[in-house]
Nanobody, 124 residues
Framework: QVRLQESGGGLVQAGNSLRLSCAAS????????MGWFRQAPGKEREFEAV????????DYADSLKGRFAISRDNVKNTVSLQMDSLKPEDTAVYYC?????????????????WGQGTQVTVSS
């Protein structure tokens, strides 16, 4: 199985940027669709971004399009989420996930492996 570890979270002022990274170990991520989700206090974990196995296709939650960008490096076995123009409502724990399937999944039920999450806090 693949193990995932997120990093890069922290406290940032609104309008600034953060770049989250997800390092995979145990298996190559080449055969996994990779996604990012987030969970704010008192809310369900929700889809943010997904990238296909080769990195040629991506999809995003409608509220994020134009601000966040997902990418992957299959050689380094990492996935990243570049977050620009951050808003206080982006405050959440961000999770990296891997799916054995081969489609741009939005549903968290279709992901097989999860990291522990990294906290992102955006101050106003």
């Amino acid at each position: 199985q693949v193990r995932l570890q997120e990093s890069g979270g922290g406290l940032v002022q609104a309008g600034n940027s953060l770049r989250l990274s997800c390092a995979a170990s145990g298996r190559s991520i080449t055969t996994y669709t990779m996604g990012w989700f987030r969970q704010a206090p008192g809310k369900e974990r929700e889809f943010e971004a997904v990238i296909n196995r080769s990195g040629s296709n991506t999809d995003y939650a409608d509220s994020l399009k134009g601000r966040f960008a997902i990418s992957r490096d299959n050689v380094k076995n990492t996935v990243s989420l570049q977050m620009d123009s951050l808003k206080p409502e982006d405050t959440a724990v961000y999770y990296c996930a891997a799916s054995k399937g081969d489609a741009l999944y939005h549903s968290r039920a279709l992901y097989d492996y999860w990291g522990q999450g990294t906290q992102v806090t955006v101050s106003s």
